[in-house]
Nanobody, 119 residues
Framework: QVQLVESGGGLVQAGGSLRLSCAYSGRTFSRDVMGWFRQITGKEREFLGAISLRGGSAHYEDSVKGRFTISRDNRKNTVYLQMTSLKPEDATVYLC????????????WGQGTRVTVSS
């Protein structure tokens, strides 16, 4: 099994930046694609982007492309979500998730970390 723990959420002013971390452990050879979603109350989880632990570049949802960057540090077993030019509408809970590279669905989820953006 894979365990995921997010951190780095908090309060930031509009226009500011924040970096979220997702520490992973366990059998990541079986679930080696790490994704970031955000959960807006009353709506479905919104996919933001994902990256493979095996290498290659991240890919992103169009809504955050250019503002959000996903990276990995395999030595630290951590995936990051760097967010810039934050807007009040970016305020919500951000979730890290993992899946097998051949799977359509994300199977393991962290508990989430909350981001608050003040205007």
């Amino acid at each position: 099994q894979v365990q995921l723990v997010e951190s780095g959420g908090g309060l930031v002013q509009a226009g500011g930046s924040l970096r979220l971390s997702c520490a992973y452990s366990g059998r990541t050879f079986s679930r080696d694609v790490m994704g970031w979603f955000r959960q807006i109350t009353g709506k479905e989880r919104e996919f933001l982007g994902a990256i493979s632990l095996r290498g290659g570049s991240a890919h992103y949802e169009d809504s955050v492309k250019g503002r959000f960057t996903i990276s990995r540090d395999n030595r630290k077993n951590t995936v990051y979500l760097q967010m810039t030019s934050l807007k009040p509408e970016d305020a919500t809970v951000y979730l890290c998730t993992a899946k097998a590279h051949h799977s359509r669905s994300y199977e393991v989820w962290g508990q989430g970390t909350r981001v608050t953006v003040s205007s």
